[in-house]
């Protein structure tokens, strides 16, 4: 290579990163909760995420494109790890049938994409326009950084040593790796692809060396979403480990096949046409591998997590949505199994709402707190919630007597609960925030509210220490917190009137003073709705492994 060559190259490689940048911090601008929901949706069920990846892929033609989205969703927290697996899977699957489609070269319209992102960015208005703006002239741009990339490689493609290399071996382990990084350097599997079906139809390479070449581009492609993934955060990192992982797992798997069965024959007498040999074998390459690994797609996020390990700075930026650490889909087991990971993560869920709340008391009156951490925690707690959902669904379907379903019922509405007092810290921690509706501290208010959260501490350290040789006096003593709290608050309520019958308050804080005490009853009252589920149904509370939950070590 001259040194244009690889000057072209590194450029083209942070035009690349540039452009990945720019498109992720724009997707991050423009989605709001709406495109959040959207792929919630779209992603929510495994088959349909595989669906939309596949369909993604098969019209832009390219995994790579794909896969770099998937890692900007991932980055800007739009999508979990756990989505992000089912849409690379699909889009391994899509690229196998883009030359069946119309050839869409996104190279030729990079430019225009480009121009018309920096046209809504500099000469319109707006927020949501802007960040619209970045989101095209970043996919313009890191189109463009391919193309570079591409064109400097091209005296590659046409080297001889390359061709000789690949005509010639036929180790299968040395074919996979050349594969591999023939399709790293040229950054497009297809081509890649395109390039081995001409030396087959040239007669130049036989189908039993180009089956493991083929095995190697597949892993080779995972470059562009490494190179995606640089200046991405780890959790983005982790859906390219997943894109790795996946290809790696189907490379020995069909290694594997290879050797026991004689799969080239098969292919072989399939068509006699070399290069749809080729193609047959991506295919079904590809496909089988997704359905392979569609049971452990939970497992490949866990993996990425266990190659890539969640550092504390990392959750204390962004990590509500990792997943549940005590409930597993894809392996629930037996129903004492499920009963037991439901109640676990009932106590982590609830140490999150016990410690906003806690916060969210104390904000009033006037000590520090930070209000990113409380709507992280909050996130969090809805995360789990709603993972708790789909859960609850696949345990349902297990047979069980009818204690435990009364369990799992009850374990259910306990959920619903703390999400609920989840809400009200959330409440609270607006009368500290928004300007327009603050609360105006004063010395008799905080004695109040600190004689509250007291209470409130102690139902929750009852909850939380709950068993079946004290159930009676838990219950007791928190119906007796719960009872108190209702008493304080009428009383302070009243208080507050008389206050303002005194002007040393205004109407405003008897408003917002009468507020925050209805939230606090409701906190108390879901307390007790808790404990009397557990009560009901006879299943315990406690607080063992749950500082295990990485989440929760952010609180």
């Known amino acids: 290579m001259t040194f244009d060559s690889i000057l072209k190259l590194f450029g083209g490689l942070a035009l690349f990163l540039y452009g990945m940048h720019m498109m992720s911090s724009g997707l991050e601008g423009a989605a709001g909760d709406r495109m959040k929901t959207i792929l919630e949706r779209l992603t929510s069920n495994r088959f349909l995420g595989i669906i939309v990846g596949a369909a993604i892929t098969a019209v832009i033609q390219s995994s790579s494109a794909t896969t770099v989205m998937v890692v900007g969703f991932v980055n800007s927290q739009l999508m979990t790890l756990n989505q992000a697996v089912w849409i690379i899977m699909g889009a391994n699957i899509g690229t196998t049938i883009t030359g069946q489609l119309i050839a869409l070269d996104a190279s030729k319209i990079a430019p225009l994409v480009a121009i018309f992102g920096v046209v809504l960015v500099t000469f319109l208005k707006g927020k949501k326009v802007n960040a619209f703006g970045e989101i095209f002239a970043g996919l313009g741009i890191l189109f463009i950084g391919m193309d570079m990339m591409k064109d400097a490689m091209v005296p590659l493609q046409?080297?001889?040593?390359?061709?000789?290399?690949m005509t010639t071996i036929s180790n299968p382990v040395l074919a996979i790796l050349l594969g591999a990084g023939f399709t790293a350097l040229i950054q497009s599997s297809s081509a890649s692809v395109g390039i081995l079906q001409a030396?087959?139809?040239?007669?130049?390479?036989?189908?039993?060396s180009a089956i493991y070449i083929i095995f190697g581009q597949n892993i080779g492609t995972c470059i562009t979403s490494v190179l995606a993934s640089l200046g991405a955060n780890r959790n983005a990192k982790r859906a390219t480990i997943i894109h790795l992982s996946f290809n790696i797992i189907g490379t020995i798997v069909f290694m594997a096949f290879a050797a026991l069965v004689p799969f080239v024959s098969?292919?072989?007498?399939?068509?006699?046409?070399?290069?749809?040999q080729i193609a047959n074998t991506h295919t079904i390459f590809n496909i089988a591998t997704t359905l392979l690994l569609i049971p452990f797609g939970s497992r490949l996020a866990k993996l990425a997590q266990?190659?890539?390990?969640?550092?504390?700075?990392e959750i204390e930026d962004a990590g509500y949505n990792i997943p549940l650490t005590f409930v597993d889909e894809d392996n629930i087991g037996s129903v004492p199994i499920a009963i037991s990971s439901l109640r676990k993560e009932a106590m982590a869920m609830l140490q999150l709402a016990e410690t906003n709340l806690a916060e969210s008391m104390d904000a009033l009156c006037g000590n520090a707190f930070s209000l990113e951490k409380i709507k992280k925690r909050e996130k969090r707690i809805d995360y789990i919630n709603y993972e708790i959902t789909n859960y609850m669904t696949l345990v349902s379907s297990l047979k069980m007597n009818e204690s435990d379903s009364t369990t799992c019922n009850a374990l259910y509405k306990c959920f619903s609960d703390i999400e609920r007092i989840g809400d009200h810290a959330i409440n609270?921690?607006?009368?500290?925030t928004d300007e327009d509706n603050k609360l105006s501290s004063s010395k008799y208010i905080e004695d109040e509210l600190h004689q509250l959260a007291s209470l409130l501490s102690k139902s929750f350290s009852l909850l939380s220490t709950y068993s079946l040789d004290s159930q009676d006096e838990c219950f007791e003593k928190i119906e007796r917190i719960e009872d108190r709290i209702d008493e304080l608050t009428a009383s302070y309520r009243?208080?507050?009137?008389?206050?303002?019958?005194?002007?040393k308050v205004n109407v405003l804080d008897c408003v917002i003073y009468s507020e925050i005490l209805t939230d606090v009853e409701r906190v108390s009252d879901h307390i007790m709705n808790i404990i009397q589920e557990a009560k009901r149904c006879n299943f315990t509370l406690s607080d063992e492994a749950i500082q295990s939950d990485p989440a929760?070590?952010?609180?």
């Open 158 to 165: 046409q080297s001889e040593a390359f061709i000789h290399a």
């Open 266 to 276: 098969w292919m072989e007498s399939v068509t006699s046409n070399p290069a749809a």
């Open 199 to 208: 030396l087959a139809v040239s007669g130049l390479i036989p189908l039993s």
């Open 428 to 432: 609270i921690i607006q009368y500290s």
């Open 494 to 503: 009243q208080a507050q009137i008389e206050r303002l019958m005194e002007k």
């Open 306 to 313: 266990v190659i890539l390990p969640v550092k504390q700075e």
């Open 552 to 555: 929760l070590s952010a609180a």
